[in-house]
């Protein structure tokens, strides 16, 4: 499948309409707060609201409280969207990305090392955003393609401020991050995966490539991206970390460093714009220097 076929596809599975969601898949109840995988259908039940999928078929939805829209919304773009990915056949990475010179650069990390906020912060700067939170990759040509997807940013309080974003509504009371971009982005088309950059808070800024194994290790997350491949193609630890290996030998991986001293914020991240521009030139030199 080529790059633009496979994100129709993504595309034409993620529309959404309205109906009643069936809490039952694969002959059990999914319990309030949990989703499932069973075959090619998903069901995700919270409180306030529930969604179903069905390979070939739109995402369903039912909203029982209208107070929950933007759980919904955050939802969709998140945990929905990964499944999705996964019974299609893709990978999904707990990852945002920004296009530099043609290429994606995924950010990825933990929960709250900044992978939003850090790609907020490029936007301003003039770097489009591909997806935030979740990316999603084909691997089918062995070169990874990003299909972008959702691309609206949610951040805390503290980090609108920071990076200048326009902020909206607020996601919900329960989960008090804000919209912090309207959709769509400039970026429509898919995009090579151009480099992994792992992001960490630290003392002291700086950005290294990681070489051999450490690249798999890094990119080990145990989140609901890496759970619902597993649920979908029937993993098991070995055959994550196949995955894992290919990807991480595809593309180069950095980690990059960041001081949480909102002083630094602004020098930070004209740094980081700086420094991105050369990363390639940056990993062909470290893999010299390994050869000789």
């Given at each position: 499948m080529r790059p633009a076929e496979a994100m129709s596809l993504m595309q034409r599975e993620t529309r959404v309409a309205h109906g009643v969601v069936d809490p039952v898949l694969g002959g059990y109840a999914v319990a309030v707060g949990h989703n499932r995988i069973v075959g090619d259908s998903f069901v995700l039940r919270e409180e306030g609201f529930a969604c179903s999928y069905r390979k070939g078929d739109c995402i369903t939805i039912q909203i029982d409280d209208p107070a929950k829209k933007g759980l919904l919304d955050?939802?969709?773009?998140?945990?929905?969207?990964?499944?999705?990915?996964?019974?299609?056949?893709?990978?999904?990475?707990?990852?945002?990305?920004?296009?530099?010179?043609?290429?994606?650069?995924?950010?990825?990390?933990?929960?709250?090392?900044?992978?939003?906020?850090?790609?907020?912060?490029?936007?301003?700067?003039?770097?489009?955003?591909?997806?935030?939170?979740?990316?999603?990759?084909?691997?089918a040509s062995g070169k990874p393609m990003c299909l972008p997807g959702h691309k609206r940013l949610k951040l805390w309080t503290d980090s609108v401020e920071m990076t200048g974003m326009?902020?909206?509504?607020l996601v919900s009371e329960d989960y008090r991050k804000v919209f912090a971009a309207e959709e769509p982005s400039e970026i429509d088309h898919p995009l090579p995966l151009g480099a992994i950059v792992v992001v960490e808070a630290g003392a002291a800024l700086a950005f290294e490539p990681v070489r051999g194994a450490a690249r798999i290790a890094l990119l080990d997350d145990d989140h609901y991206t890496s759970q619902h491949r597993i649920m979908a193609q029937g993993q098991d630890r070995a055959g994550r970390m196949k995955d894992l290996a290919?990807?991480?030998?595809?593309?180069?991986?950095?980690?990059?460093?960041?001081p949480l001293d909102p002083g630094c914020f602004a020098n930070t991240h004209d740094f980081l714009v700086g420094t991105l521009?050369?990363?390639?030139?940056?990993?062909?030199?470290?893999?010299?220097?390994?050869?000789?």
């Open positions: 955050l939802f969709l773009a998140g945990s929905v969207h990964s499944a999705i990915a996964a019974i299609n056949g893709f990978t999904a990475l707990h990852a945002s990305a920004v296009e530099v010179d043609g290429k994606a650069i995924a950010f990825t990390g933990p929960s709250g090392a900044g992978k939003s906020t850090t790609a907020a912060a490029l936007r301003s700067r003039g770097l489009p955003i591909v997806a935030d939170d979740t990316l999603v990759v084909d691997m326009p902020a909206f509504e290919r990807l991480a030998c595809a593309v180069p991986v950095f980690r990059f460093t960041r521009s050369g990363i390639f030139r940056m990993d062909r030199q470290g893999a010299d220097d390994q050869q000789v």
